[in-house]
């Protein structure tokens, strides 16, 4: 068996003695495209805080490509190679497609102040090539003719979109998205279905993913894990998870096929 690539394990935390995750555990390996499913309320947003740091948990371990994620700060975590996205999108609306991905990158640059006052050649020559990057980006999310548009202008599926490119631009080894279809057609559920392919198949990165359209789920999971009020119910192939009784009950219902 591989080694995780990020290892959960025993992950409780409770709010106002409310246990919003209770005692979970899942790994999940280099490559995978793994879900995390389960009614409004479940708990798995907070599993997402969890892993970027933004929640302590008050007990269990985060192991993320052999390092403790509980000793780094938030913004440590994309310096760990782990980017997101949110349920609800966070984007510089006011700023353009290009410069809201170009952001995603600032922590990479590698040039001092006072040589970005000065515009040297080596801070030039840095912003062309990582505007190239952002570029190819929006040309892989099919999206390249939004660039220089104000991105609070766009539709909300193509602002999911201009949300996963920036975090695409960090060059992560696992990406973690928070209802990426949110908002999109079927025509569009489908192009984002092949793209989180791709993410995996041609840029090598891990996907953590939640959803609720439960037709992109089972298409593209390798593995899922299922959370009803705080606790794992289920976890397995989505065959497995989609014919597991105690997650029709809980979630899926029996309309879906």
Known sequence: MAEA???????????GGLKAVDDLSFSIEKGEIY???GPNGA?????????SQIYKPDSGEVIFDGKDLKRLNVHNIIEAGIARTFQNVELFKGMTVLDNLLVGQHYKTKYSTIESIFMSRKVRREEEKVKKRALEILEFLGIPQYAHHPAGMLPYGVQKLI????ALIAEPKLIILDEPAAGMND???????????????KFGITVLMIEHDMGLVMNICDKL???NFGKKISEGTPKKVQNDPVVIEAYLGEGVE
Do not use: H, W
């Not at 025509?187 to 198949?201: G, Q, S, V, Y």
């Open 225 to 227: 894990t299922v959370l």
């Open 5 to 15: 690539l990020l290892s959960i394990k025993n992950l409780s935390i409770a709010f």
């Open 163 to 166: 949300e996963l490119g920036r």
């Open 187 to 201: 025509t569009e559920t489908n192009e984002l279905a092949n793209r989180i392919k791709m993410l995996r198949d």
């Open 43 to 51: 708990g798995k947003t907070t599993v997402f805080n969890m892993i």
């Open 35 to 37: 879900g995390l499913i």
